[in-house]
Structure formats: C-alpha cells, structure tokens
C-alpha cells in the first residue's frame, strides 16, 4: 500500500475544491468566485496568487454556476493593479468592488427584493450566532461563535486563517498575505442560507440509528463484571441504552509506572478491570448496545503500552530504548501509525467508535493547524472505510464541524444555569450548520444535588439531538433513576423509554439532517418574519412535526408546576403528553408537573413512534403507535434502513386526511426488505371519537385504532366522523388545584367559577375576584385558554 493510498489519508469523500472557471471573476490582486445567487467567495493576494485547495470550511467549490452578470466599472486602485472595478449582479444580491485592498468604501454587497439591505466590508457582525468549541466549566452564558444567519440577511465567514488539505488528502497550510471570505446574502431565507452553506462546505454525517438511543456515560472506574450487572438491571427496569460509553479507566491509570507520568493517556485495557475485553464487548454487542472508549491522546505513546513495540518500530525507533513518541497529528507516518497500531486493534476487539476528548488547545506544529481538527477529520476518515459514513464523537472545532458526527459539548457544571442555556445552545448551532450536540445530560460536575434539576434534564436530553448521562467521578453524582426519589425516579424512567420510542421518528429525521436541515432549530427558522420567533432562545423545533419549550427552571412552590415560555407559530398546537391544544400566533406561559415537559404536535402533524414494547434503538419496529393531531390533513414519510447499508432506504408514507376522515399507511417502496413484511399500526388520534366510533383504546384527551398492515400493499382506516378536537380543561383544573399548595377556600371559590356554565372569557376574568396566588392563578388560565371540543 503506497503511502498515497493509506486508508485514513485521503480527500473527504465528495470534494471537489476548484470552482468551475464560469464562476470565477479575476483581478490582479483579487478574485471573486460567484457560488449561489447569494454566495459570494471574495479573495485578495499580495502575491497574485490564489487559493484552490480545500479548506477546513470549504471542501465543494465545484457547484452549478449561477446566473450573473459583470460591469467593469471606475478606474484602476492604485497600487491594486488592474483595470478598476465591478459589479456582480444575480438574482439576489449585487456586488460592487473598486479593485483595491478591502475597505468599507470599496467592497459593498446590497441584497435585492423583500429583504433588501446593504452590507460593507469590516462593519461589525450581526449574526444570529452559531455554536462554540465547549461548555467545559460555562456556568450559564457563553458568547458564540458566529454564525451564517442574521436577521439583516447578510453574513460574512472568514476563512482565511483556516488550514487546507492538499489534492491527496494530507495538509496544507495557508500562503501568508491572502484573505479568503465567503459572504451569505440570502436575507431571511434562511433555509436557502443554509442550502448555500451545505453545497459549500458539505453535508451532515448521516448517524447509525443506534446513535439516537440513550447513552450511559460515567466517569467510573467499572469493571467488566460491574458494567454488565449494571446493565442488567436497566433491563430489569425497563431503561432501554444503545450506546455503552466507556471512560478512561478503561485503560490503565493507576497501574501506569510512575516513571511515565500519570495515566491521562492510555491505550491499553486495565486487566484488573477488563480481563477479557473481546467477551464483555462481545456480551455489550449481543444485548443491542455499542461501545466507544473515552481517548485522551495529547501524551502520546509511552513503554508500558501493549502497543508500543509496534508503534515505535512503525516510527522507526528501537523499541528497546523506551524512548517516548510524542502524540503529533501532523506526522503523516505517526498518523498512519496512530490508527494501524493503536485504533484498529481495539476496534477488531468490539470498540465501534471513539470518544475524542481533546482538552489541549488548537495549536500544533504547523501554523493554523488545529489537532482537534486533525482528530475529527482523520478519526471519521479511518471510521468510514469499512461503509456508510463512519462515527466520531469529540468537541466542536470551527465551520465545516458538522461533518464530523456527534459533538461532545464539555464538562457540564450541574446547575440550572447551565441547564437553562443548553436549549438554546444547541439550537443556535443549527445556524452554522451543527446539528448533533451531545451534552453531559444531569451534568457532570460541581453543583449541588437537585432531584428537580436532574429530572428536567433528563427531560430536556429525550428532545435534543444525543440523549447521553453522564457524570463526574464522583459517588455523589449519579444518573441511575434508582437512586432518586419515587417522584422523579418515575419521570426519568418515563422519558428515557420514550427517547426509544421516539428513534422511529429520529432516524428519518437523521435522514433528513444528512440533507442539511438540523433536527433542532430555532423557531425563527420556521417563522424568519416573525419578530416574535427570535424572543424565545429556549423554544426549538424538533424535526418537522414538533415544537418542544423544556423546563429548565425550578417549579412554583405553591402550584408544584414547572413553567416555560413558549411563542407558537400561527395553527393549533397539541401537547402530546396531556393532549392539551392551544392557538397559536401568542405568547404562552406553559406550566407541567414534574412528569411532563411541553411537546407540541403541530395541527395536521403525523408523529411515528415504536409501540411501548418496542425499546431497541439497532432494531426497525415490528409494531407502532402513530399520534395525529387531527385538525387539519398532514403526512409523514418514515424512513428506514439498516446498520452498515443506510444508502438502501424504505420509505412509507403515512396521511391523514381530514375531510375524509381517513388515515392510510401507504405501501413501503425502496429497498422494502429491510423492514418487516407484516406490521401492526396503532393510531392514536389526540382528541375524542365522533358518535360510533369503535376504538382499541380511549383516553380522556385521546382514542386509538389499530390495523395490520402488509408493508408492500398498505392499509388504512377510515372513522366514523372526524374528529372533535380540543380537551375541557376542567378536569386539569381541578387537579391543578387539588395539587396546589395553597389556601383551601380560595381554591374552593376558584373552582366554583371554572364550574361555571359560562363563555371561558368570563370565567378568566371573575377569577381575578379571587385571592388566588398569581402563580396558581397562571396555571389555571393557561388551561382556561386552550381550545376546548368544538372551539375550533
């Protein structure tokens, strides 16, 4: 094998960095590539040379060539050489250049139509933000990083300080005195922006399905014996995992001679612990789980390792002398020598992916060259050789990371602070194209114990991207609902079964990531005109059926009820946890007990899940429960593959139709044989039956019915009638009441009123005659003013 060819040193697949020369608009010391109607690449070079090799952001330049015209205008800049400057004229945006050094006079880029505005070169950035390498140790806020979306519609991603690749894969550096921008001019058409972005810099890693299960992680010296009983009693406990995440004392740590410093990095299993690593992985893998081992590989590769004989020969070094080899990434032969001698054993063992948990800076021996960057590019590369798109998990290293899989957030600190920016974080990074965040869920360290705290964040990571426990070495910090009290052990067993269920749902919206459109974004994605979208940081869309608002702030003392501040974007909204529905186009205050969160099924939203014995996230189901927010017609396309050949997709659709009153599941197509020939289809309908109706099964906000359904010729039900959409809230009064930790007879003079047979508007305002405290007065007229039957 030449050193050419070396599998974990190659292009990443799909590039092509050069742009096609109609794109492409010269000077002397500049040069103008024309990417999109609103994507605009902007060069200037001392020397007259330009750059065409890949960078870390933009590895696809070879795109369709979009319509545009050139007016040479002005005389030459002097100095600039050239014959003066230029307009560039599409369908979006207009250009104009004098020629010369970049300079606010000079280089103004105007967009057209709704949005029109003007930027100019070094005014102050206004984007929406993006994402940021790391949460270790933020106790709240942090500023972000930018990203390519901003409510004046134009951005500008500097490039010019990022690294390359060179044609055969391995790395470049950047020719001092070049400046290298790429300038997004899309308005507020934020999903072209992005489209733009995507085309540019590539797409997303499309995750193996058991990737959206739920993760156990622990800092926790296990041994084999102790991880396996701890995974028999999730079982026992019906706590569905996918992914077994193993830290550092896998390997060894205290055991390492104290000649060779600590045990920080290591790449050798601790015998004590792990006798027999093939077995207990083999035993991981035949319970559905797979496995990543934590990494930390900043020391390099030292005597003790089982490894280092072949390392050091491979580095052309005498193993005899113990001589230490330094960890450096940018050492092609070290590189190949990393992932032949240290990697690709442990994974021949059962080790299905790795977690790069790098903490040491961006600096290397190359100028502008980022480790971590080197680790996330080369791991995925090495992980993607045997088929589909490989699997990393390590921190976020700048634009173009979204290529890179599962994002490793940091070292949490356990607070509501910290818990309180999570939603928004991890949505905002939809806006640099960075889709699955994976954070310390509990957190992992400091703080203080909060069984409350805990709960609403085991909530929050079912509805974010990786749904990962994690936690500090430390006997004090625990995730194993067990070990909380009746209240929130029950919540956290509920939420973690439903993540399992919801995987059916998350596959096909990984599918759709693949395409660039993230799993979690903010709600000004969906309403971009809407001032009010961008006043809710902690309200996202999750995938294209669901609005999720969590609660990341302690509950009411008085009412018991956690709340959290929601806009909703015009239709009708249905919580699929309490079947509540509201109009949208307003604010809401929506207020939950300790087992729910606020997750709002959009009107017409079809929403996939596993049936509730159906816990394997490796496995498509056999069976399923379709909710449906009956309002108004919608469908969904379920996607389906299987592990290793995710290129081979089943699709089905699912519609509702409400004028007929009919639901079908449609015939499979595609690669039909990687699902089940025959499934069982129950469709729960979030409102009450029509007069006649026969159901499998009703509830006070729902009713279901269930069909068998062959998948290549699809079935469907047809109801009486449709429908009758909206929930009397009186009954959630009453509870809310009954619950509330305040004065009997205020309460008593409240519930007479809701008792009322009187228009809901003249009950909210009576109820302000009574001595109720505000925050139970809250709860009561948020369920006053959701829809009730026949509101519509």
Do not use: C
């Not at 007016?71 to 050489?81: M, N, Q, S, T």
């Not at 990083?145 to 300080?161: F, M, Q, Y």
């Not at 995750?207 to 999730?234: I, K």
């Not at 309460?747 to 405290?773: F, H, Q």
């Amino acid at each position: 094998m030449t050193e050419a060819t070396l599998p974990t040193i190659r292009p990443f697949p799909g590039s092509d960095p050069v742009a096609d020369p109609a794109a492409v608009v010269t000077g002397e010391h500049w040069r103008i590539t024309v990417l999109d109607a609103g994507t605009f690449r902007i060069e200037w070079s001392d020397d007259g040379g330009f750059e065409d090799r890949a960078s870390t952001f933009a590895i696809r330049r070879r795109v369709p060539v979009p319509a545009f015209t050139v007016e040479r205008v002005g005389a030459a800049v002097e100095g600039a050489g050239g014959a003066g400057g230029i307009v560039i004229t599409t369908e979006r945006a207009r250009l104009r250049y004098d020629g010369g050094p970049f300079s606010p006079s000079g280089l103004v880029l105007e967009t057209t139509g709704p949005d029109a505005n003007r930027w100019r070169w070094g005014q102050e950035p206004r984007d929406l933000g993006g994402t940021g390498r790391t949460l270790d140790d933020v106790d709240g806020r942090m500023p972000l990083e930018p990203g390519i979306l901003a409510r004046d519609g134009i951005t500008v991603l500097d490039d010019s300080e990022s690294f390359l690749f060179e044609d055969d894969g391995w790395i470049g550096t950047r020719v001092p005195g070049r400046r290298d921008v790429t300038v997004f001019a899309y308005g507020r058409d934020f999903d072209a922006a992005l489209r733009a972005f995507h085309q540019v810099s590539g797409a997303p890693t499309r995750l193996p399905r058991w990737a959206l299960g739920n993760w156990w992680s622990r800092y926790h010296p296990y041994s084999d014996t102790s991880y396996l009983e701890l995974m028999d009693r999730f079982a026992e406990e019906r706590l569905p995992f996918s992914v077994a995440v193993i830290d550092m004392d896998w390997h060894r740590v205290d055991s390492v001679p104290p000649q060779f410093g600590d045990g920080w990095t290591g790449y050798s299993w601790e015998p004590s612990l792990f006798p027999d690593p093939v077995a207990f992985l083999a035993e991981l893998h035949r319970r559905g789980i797979r496995t990543t081992l934590n990494l930390h590989p900043a020391d390099g590769v030292r005597a003790f390792e089982d490894a280092y004989t072949a390392v050091a020969e491979a580095m052309g070094i005498d193993p005899a002398t113990g001589q230490p080899i330094p960890f450096d990434p940018t050492d092609r032969r070290f590189l190949q020598a990393y992932f032949d001698q240290l990697h690709r054993p442990l994974e021949a063992q059962g080790v299905d992916f790795w977690w790069i948990d790098w903490q040491q800076g961006s600096e290397s021996g190359l100028p502008g060259v980022d480790p971590l960057w080197l680790l996330n590019h080369f791991h995925l590369l090495d992980s993607a050789r045997a088929g589909d798109q490989g699997m990393t998990f390590s921190r976020y290293a700048g634009p173009g990371s979204h290529r890179y899989a599962v994002g490793f957030s940091g070292d949490a600190v356990v607070s509501w602070a910290s818990l309180a920016f999570q939603p928004e974080f991890t949505a905002t990074a939809a806006n640099i194209g960075y889709p699955w965040w994976s954070h310390d869920i509990g957190g992992h360290t400091r703080g203080v114990r909060d069984d409350e705290l805990a709960t609403r964040w085991v909530q929050f990571g079912v509805f974010s991207p990786i749904m990962r426990l994690h936690s500090a070495n430390n006997p004090f910090i625990r995730k194993e609902p067990w070990v909380f009290p009746a209240e929130a052990r029950t919540a956290m067993g509920e939420a973690l079964r439903f993540r399992h269920r919801l995987v059916p749902y998350l596959h096909t919206m990984n599918h759709r990531t693949a395409e660039g459109t993230a799993l979690v974004r903010p709600l000004y994605h969906l309403e971009p005109r809407r001032d009010e979208a961008y006043r809710v940081p902690n309200t996202y869309a999750f995938g294209s059926e669901l609005l999720v608002a969590p609660i990341v702030e302690p509950r009411d003392p008085v009412t018991l009820h956690g709340s959290a501040r929601a806009w909703l974007p015009p239709g009708t909204w249905t919580d699929v946890f309490t079947g509540t529905v509201y109009a949208g186009d307003r604010f809401v205050d929506l207020h939950r007990t300790l087992d729910t969160v606020p997750v709002l099924l959009r009107d017409g939203g079809v929403l996939p899940l596993a049936a509730e014995d159906e816990l394997d996230a490796t496995a498509n189901p056999t069976a399923f429960e379709v909710l449906v927010a009956p309002g108004a017609s919608g469908s969904f396309t379920l996607v389906e593959d299987q592990e290793g050949d995710t290129d081979r997709t089943a699709s089905t659709r699912l519609t509702w139709d409400a004028a007929l009153a009919e639901f079908r599941v449609h015939a499979t197509t595609g690669a039909i044989d990687v699902v089940p020939a025959r499934r069982d289809w129950r469709i729960t309908f979030l409102a009450a039956p029509a007069d006649g109706q026969v159901v499998a099964a009703r509830g006070a906000d729902r009713f279901s019915v269930d069909l068998t359904v062959d998948a290549a010729t699809g079935g469907e039900v047809t109801l009486t009638g449709p429908p009758v959409v909206g929930v009397d809230a009186r009954e959630a009064v009453r509870r809310a009441l009954e619950r509330a930790q305040a004065g009997n007879a205020e309460k008593l003079a409240a519930w007479e009123i809701v008792s009322k047979d009187l228009p809901r508007a003249d009950r909210i305002v009576e109820l302000g005659t009574v001595d109720l405290p505000e925050s139970l007065r809250a709860v009561v007229v948020e369920l006053l003013g959701s829809v009730h039957p026949g509101e519509r």
